[in-house]
């Protein structure tokens, strides 16, 4: 009679959270892949975003009720395909990319501060990696499918257990038996293979599984011999199947959803074998009970869902609501939210733990090592009640991503008093930061920035933790909306990875648009607001732009480069565009190929240097309209060129991995040469240090961004030091400012900015707080120092680009005592804005050298001439608690202390002051 058994779960109700508990600001990627999009652990969940090889972060569940941020993790060079989050530990997340490789990351339980490295990096496979899932009961096994082939990865090892045999067609899914001694695949090829890796590379079973090779799924029902899968049939329509490995010739059940096209993401639990199926697409999700004894595949209810699914999640059971019966959530994720959706079962009472809705689930904790598991210890993990009453406490940790820890100093001795948190300099702001996420050097491939020390506690802090910047706390901050330029439309987005797309002065700022012609909006920054819905004037360039670039000596002129080889050079009316600008005020031409970038000289006035598809760097006298110079030795693309801070030279970074200096004026090829980033898909570099040092930014061979140091006077030497950043395609372009020698860094299409403090000595780089932003931005350009606001210690003021509006952002540092002025954040800066020498001096061999102004309002008083408070003591003085007192007087001051708390004894209780009722009331 057990087919006519009740299901406990037969009044089991979906009920999507209301639109207070959605997650916002979430900008869903259109990828197209195997994955499911969104994965969840205990504490996080992690989801594609719309930028390539970025991962949306977010924590599971708000702090307070409150909203909960959406960080964004920079994982790979390429579209992520897959991801998963470890079984055991809830902040290990493995993603698979199109950039063929794999790669093991530590995240934060806040879903904040996220890294800029991976942990592990696997790979590369050869192929895009399509599928990956951690195997069960194992710490460090990574299954992941490429192409035709799945390898079974011991992490720890950094190398494949094992290749399976290549499968007839593209894989779309992989699963491991929850007993860890199977593996499962789905292909293109329609087949469903049943493989034993630790036995031998072969599948040990095979079958057609659907008669379409779209999109098929494979899952093992708990540690069973049966199997689920869901696919297309012959005619197109989405079905789910049931197997039995044991007869594997036909499958037990096959049950028709629908005829949708979108792919369908089934979701079981594996403990209660109920079974989600929602379709990419769709707002749609159904919900089964499987039960292989019978065999039965029983549907209990349809959710109809307000967004389309773009993918579909389960949450883990030891995350759920089990005292409000919650027996499944899933997490819904569309175009601009994540929605969760709970199943629960009605139960009368919620105040008890009910055992027939939740049985034992899979623990926290692996039950063998990967070696261990390898060598055939086929032990389980140990299962977990999940009653709050009884459920363990203990937290996993696994090693192949260790947390990031600080050394911290030992205890006080009686030689060295303990640092007190009142003790610290607050003018500075207060806290420790903590140095770059990876640096390396040419002569170790693992230093360390801080000596470990037998003993700290003789030691200062800073030699302890390492040195840290005064801009470690640095804070980027939006300006109000009233400061914005919006309603920008048309804006031109394919402009050269060596342009940056914007540019900008203290007047006014320039930007690309998308129309015919080479079109090029000049907005005034004094002027901003909504711009009018009618067209702009515009400078008609007639050519598509290569890049453009304001004369740092004359605001009204405009140098752009163009398709055509050739710079045109344009004058702005004093009070802005008025009218269409047709016909430029010069036109250069030298060139025989596309140019690649223009840099005007830093002190000589009618000196621009341009780069060219040629090979040549050309420098230009504008005032007589002529080349001057032409410099050669370019052996591919040149992909950025710099003036040095005192003019005398140039240095370019190509393409063929090779940094260059010239000293222009004596020689036409280059005075040095040493090696720059291996990648060939971009790089910038900028004169650091006052002209000591270059630092260039650019890719691996893996396609991770990079900074490279290196002394600009031995460049063959290779470089000092070699900072990891981030996987992101786009490359990093750096604004220094030489009054600070902070650096700033980001990327068209990056949403951070990372910031750096460069020191001409070991560790070279500080890192300080880096700046983000819930979107994109399509350009990121400086100001002059001038237009900072000093009063509000603001060192740094940026202009963002985004889709249709211009944003300015200000850098501060966090000071107190902000009534006086910050000498020591604002040295004496120069004045870049008038040239030191005409061009004809220069070109005769004159050096010069910029005046220096003091941006020090007359109303302010420096900090370093501000009258030195008095200390205040933190603690009451010992003497107060090793003066000898009587009991009488102990007696008397617990008595006052008592009535002080209590108030005084002789004050009316407020009952009172209460009226009574009349008797007839109780009546």
Not at 654 to 671: F, I, L, N
Not at 799 to 817: D, H, N
Not at 862 to 867: D, F, I, L, N
Not at 892 to 902: D, G, I, N, P, T
Request: with cysteine.
């Amino acid at each position: 009679m057990n087919r006519f058994k009740v299901s406990r779960f037969r009044h089991a109700v979906a009920k999507p959270a209301r639109k207070e508990a959605w997650i916002r600001d979430v900008r869903a990627g259109s990828t197209t892949s195997c994955g499911n999009h969104i994965k969840s652990s205990c504490h996080l969940i992690a989801f594609n975003a719309d930028s390539a090889g970025v991962l949306g972060i977010v924590p599971l569940e708000s702090q307070d009720g409150g909203k909960r941020a959406v960080s964004q993790l920079c994982c790979h060079s390429d579209v992520v395909t897959d991801f998963d989050f470890s079984p055991f530990d809830a902040l290990l997340l493995a993603t698979g990319s199109a950039d063929e490789t794999v790669k093991l990351w530590r995240l934060s339980e806040s879903g904040q501060d996220l890294p800029s490295c991976p942990g592990v990096t696997l790979g590369p496979a050869g192929y895009q990696v399509e599928t990956l899932q951690f195997h069960p009961t194992a710490d460090g096994v990574l299954v992941s499918g490429a192409g035709r082939t799945a390898k079974v990865w011991d992490v720890a090892q950094q190398k494949p257990l094992t290749a399976l045999e290549p499968h007839g067609d593209l894989i779309q899914s992989v699963s491991w038996k929850q007993d860890g001694a199977l593996l499962g695949t789905s292909s293109k090829d329609k087949k469903l293979r049943i493989f034993d890796p630790r036995t031998k590379p072969a599948a040990a079973q095979s079958i057609q599984g659907h008669e379409n090779n779209k999109d098929s799924r494979l899952l093992w029902m708990n540690a069973s011999d049966y199997i689920l899968s869901v696919g297309f049939s012959q005619m197109r329509e989405r079905e789910v199947k049931l197997w039995d490995t044991r007869l594997f010739n036909s499958s037990l059940v096959s049950f028709t959803l629908d005829t949708s096209s979108g792919a369908a993401i089934p979701l079981l639990d594996p403990d209660t074998g109920l079974l989600v199926v929602a379709g990419k697409g769709e707002n749609l999700l159904y919900c089964f009970e499987v039960c292989p004894s019978l065999p039965a595949l029983t549907q209990m209810t349809q959710c109809l869902t307000e967004g389309k699914a773009k993918g579909a999640a389960l949450v883990p059971k030891r995350a759920l609501d089990v005292m409000s019966c919650e027996v499944l959530r899933v997490l819904q994720l569309t175009d601009s939210f994540i929605v969760p959706i709970s199943y629960t079962v009605p139960r009368k009472s919620l105040q008890e733990f009910h055992e027939d809705l939740f049985p034992d689930s899979t623990g926290p904790v692996p039950a063998v090592s990967a070696q261990g598991w390898w060598a055939g210890d086929n032990k389980q993990v140990e299962k977990m009640s999940l009653n709050p009453a009884r459920r363990p406490r203990e937290i996993f940790t696994s090693c192949l991503c260790p947390p990031a820890q600080r050394e911290e100093p030992a205890p006080p001795t009686t030689q060295q008093p303990a640092i007190r948190s009142g003790d610290v300099d607050r003018s500075e702001g207060s806290g420790l930061s903590s140095p770059p996420s990876s640096l390396s050097s040419p002569s170790s491939s693992a230093p360390s920035l801080s000596t470990t020390s037998p003993s700290p506690s003789q030691k200062s802090l800073q030699s302890i933790l390492g040195p840290s910047s005064k801009f470690r706390h640095t804070l980027g901050t939006v300006l109000p909306r009233s400061t914005h330029i919006t309603n920008l439309k048309g804006l031109n987005l394919t402009t050269p990875g060596e342009s940056d797309g914007i540019c900008a002065n203290r007047l006014r700022v320039a930007i690309p648009l998308l129309s015919a012609g080479g079109q090029i909006a000049v907005l005034e920054l004094s002027k901003p607001g909504r711009l009018p819905d009618t067209s702009v004037p515009t400078i008609e360039n007639g050519t598509p732009v290569a890049d453009f670039c304001w004369d740092p000596f004359d605001l009204q002129r405009l140098a752009v480069a163009g398709d055509d080889a050739k710079i045109r050079l344009w004058r702005i009316p004093p009070g802005g565009l008025q009218e269409t600008l047709l016909e430029p005020e010069a036109v250069l031409r030298g060139h025989t190929e596309k140019i690649y970038s223009l840099k005007f000289h830093p002190l000589a006035a009618d000196i621009l240097a341009s780069s060219s598809y040629d090979m040549s760097v050309r420098i230009w006298d504008l005032q007589a309209g002529r080349e001057e110079l032409c410099l050669r030795g370019h052996r591919d693309q040149i992909f950025s060129l710099a003036w040095s801070p005192d003019g005398r030279k140039l240095a370019t970074v190509s393409k063929d991995g090779r940094v260059r200096v010239y000293a222009p004026r004596q020689s036409s090829e280059p005075e040095q040469e040493g090696p720059g980033p291996e990648g060939g898909r971009g790089a910038r570099l900028v004169w650091v240090c006052g002209g000591r040092f270059l630092l260039v930014s650019g890719f691996d061979s893996r396609s991770d961004r990079q900074l490279y140091l290196s002394d600009a006077a031995s460049l063959a030497a290779g470089p000092l030091a070699v900072v990891s950043i981030d996987t992101a395609p786009s490359t990093l372009i750096p604004f220094y400012d030489p009054d600070t020698s902070v650096v700033f860094l980001t990327g068209k299409g990056d949403t951070r900015v990372f910031v750096y403090e460069l020191v001409p000595e070991a560790p070279f780089f500080l890192e300080c707080n880096s700046f983000a932003s819930s979107d994109p931005h399509k350009g990121f350009v400086f100001l002059p120092k001038t237009e900072c606001d000093v009063r509000e210690v603001e060192f740094a003021r940026a202009l963002r680009l985004r889709q249709s509006s211009i944003e300015p952002v200000a850098f501060r540092v966090p000071r107190v005592k902000k009534d006086y002025f910050q000498d020591d954040i604002y040295p004496a800066t120069a004045v870049c804005w008038e040239p030191a020498l005409p061009a004809v001096a220069w070109r005769a061999g004159t050096d010069g050298q910029h005046r220096t102004i003091s941006l020090q309002p007359p109303d302010m008083m420096p900090v370093s001439a501000a009258p030195q408070e008095a200390p205040t003591r933190k603690y009451v003085p010992a003497s107060v608690y090793l003066e000898e007192k009587s009991d009488e007087q102990k007696k008397e001051e617990l008595l006052s202390a008592m009535v002080a708390k209590l108030g005084n004894r002789d004050d009316p209780l407020p009952q009172e002051s209460f009226e009574g009722v009349d008797e007839a009331e109780w009546d």
